[in-house]
Structures are given as structure tokens and as C-alpha cells.
């Protein structure tokens, strides 16, 4: 549920300076899209788009894929809830973890029973659909594309959620849109929130099958797109080129935050793909090590003690500038081996 989310910001007013607990990227260039969202506040004076299908041509276009291979969803969560919705009471579900929580309470809420499993190879055909994130979040971890597509092939008949959120920000093959199509058991989630850094407008969409889109469609409450965020996605698939930045240096950065954060004593950063990490600390308890950072340096990190498949032993932290990378590796090491010396590389 919502209170399971990572990025609290809102909890400490005017207090963070440096926030890692989301996965956003810093380097997003927001300006354009602020000045025409200024420039088109008129539009809450009416009411969405009650149809999606000009705009999903305009997507399509750009994944090439077909219009009714594809959603528009109010973020990637509310395609996770239309379909545990869409499978209806009864199924069953596997989540691959530690994961996000909304797969999981999301077949919860609609009377799926789930299971979580660690690994592809506990599929089983019992199964009715599997629920995996790649890259993972909070693992940072991909799973390669090849046993992604044999474990689809094995079981023809199980449903293989996936959601894509991160690939943006990965340079690992993944499955596109078309080869999901094509695959027929396979549907992939994508957020706009995280490629465009748009969380507060809620802006995702779902690809897949034709007849699986159709049946989300026809649960889709009118009108779940607001017209801000509609505003956003024109002008966001119209200017989609002039989001891009230099991610082979972005990623670089998180690879030596992460060299660094390994050098601090009792701590264990886990191979990661892409820009965030997850965190082991052997000797601390992540809620306290999350206040005191708050507290002493104004830097918020995720803890990752309500991760099904983790403890109160692991934060998440994304990258975020050099600077400030370095600012959290100094307050790491005087919280944990104060003590010790912390080099940079």
C-alpha cells in the first residue's frame, strides 16, 4: 500500500537539502515542459480527454507498435491495479521479490492469491500470472531478456506482468513493445514519471497483446487521466528527443557511488544496472540510520524494511550529482565507521 513507498519527502518540510530515497534523475531538463504546462493551465477548466486513442497513435508511432496494442494509464500503478483487476478473483499470482509492494497488494485487493517467489525457475503452470520488475526495483538488478522470454515460452499459458519503469535507465536489451505483442503472454509497464520526472502527474502507460489492452480498457474509470497530465504527455512525445542527457556518464556516477560506498566498514552495496542501489548495513537499523541522516545533514534515503524479501538491515539510495554523492558517502561513513576514513575514488 502507499504507506510502503519510498520518496517521503513531504513528511519533512523545508528540512531535505539532498534526496536519494527517490529514483529520479537529476538531470531531467524540466524547463520546457514548466513553461508550457504555465502556459496551458486553462485547460482544468474542462474535462480530459474521455478517449485515449489520438494520443496513443501518436506513442505508438514513436515505439512502433499499433494503437490498440497500447494504454494510457495515471502512472504505471494504475495499469498494475487494472490488471489484477482484469484477472479477477480467484487467480494466482507469483511476485518475483524483493520487488515493489503494488504487484502484490494489488492481486491482494482484488482476491488474487499470491505467492512470492526468488527466482524464474519457481514458475510453475499452476501459476496464472507472474509479476516481475526489470531492472528491479530496489535490486537495481536486470534480468537478462533471453531467460525472460523462456520462461514465457515455458509457460504459454501464465501471464507475465513486467514492469519496464527503469529501462530508460539501463543499458541492458529488454523485451519492446512489439515483441510482447508478438509473445501474447507478455505485457510490460512503463512510467513516464521516472524517464520524464514527472512523479506529482501520474503518467504511464501498459503494452501487449490487443485483446488483453481491450479488456484493460474496458476497466479503465473515465476520464483517470487529468487534463494537466494530458497536457504533458503531448508536449513530452512531441519534445521526447530533448529529454535525453548523458546517461553512460549518469551511470558511471552510480557505479562509483557505489565503489565508494563499498569502501565504508559494515557496509554492502549490491550489484547494481542501473542508477539506484540497494544498500546493506550489517550493524545498523535502517529507520535509525535514515532519521539521523535527516537530522544531521538533511539527506533522505529509502529504507527498505517493509520490502517483502528484505529487513530493517537495507536502504535505497539512487544517484544523484557528484557533490552530493559525496556529501552521502561522508555522512555514511561518520554514521557507521566514524572512525575510519572514507576515500573517494
Known sequence: MITAHGDDIYEYEGVIKHNFSSNLC????????????????????????????????????????????????????????LIAQTAGGGSRSAVLVPTFSEYGDACWLHGSDV????????????MNMVWLCNPNNPTGRVIAKEQVV?????????????????AFFCKEELI????AAHLGNVILLHSMTKKYGIPGLRLGYVTGKEDF???????????????????????????????????????????????????IDSIEVMPTQTHFMLVRMADADSLVIKRRLVDRYGILVRSCHNIVGLDNHYIRVAAQTPEEND???????????????????
Open 115 to 126: 505467492t512470492t517467489i526468488h527466482s524464474l525457475d519457481e514458475i510453475h503452470d499452476e
Open 213 to 263: 489492452i481491450r479488456s484493460l480498457r474496458m476497466s479503465q474509470m473515465p476520464w483517470s487521466v487529468n487534463a494537466l497530465a494530458w497536457v504533458a504527455c503531448g508536449y513530452i512525445l512531441e519534445h521526447h528527443a530533448d529529454f535525453h542527457f548523458d546517461m553512460d556518464g549518469y551511470l558511471q556516477e552510480a557505479q562509483r557511488l557505489r565503489d565508494n560506498l563499498n569502501q
Open 150 to 166: 523462456k520462461a514465457a515460452f515455458d509457460h504459454p499459458h501464465t501471464l507475465f506482468v513486467i514492469d519496464q519503469s527503469y
Open 26 to 81: 537529476p538531470y531531467i531538463q524540466m524547463d520546457g515542459l514548466k513553461e508550457h504546462l504555465k502556459a496551458a493551465m486553462d485547460v482544468i477548466d474542462h474535462y480530459p480527454p474521455a478517449e485515449t486513442i489520438k494520443t496513443e497513435r501518436v506513442l505508438s508511432a514513436i515505439l512502433r507498435n499499433r494503437p490498440e496494442e497500447t494504454l494510457i494509464t495515471s502512472g504505471a500503478t494504475e495499469a498494475i491495479y
Open 327 to 345: 556529501l552521502l558517502v561522508k555522512a555514511m561513513g561518520l554514521l557507521l565507521a566514524p572512525s575510519s576514513s572514507v576515500p573517494f575514488k
Open 176 to 179: 519492446d513493445p512489439r515483441e
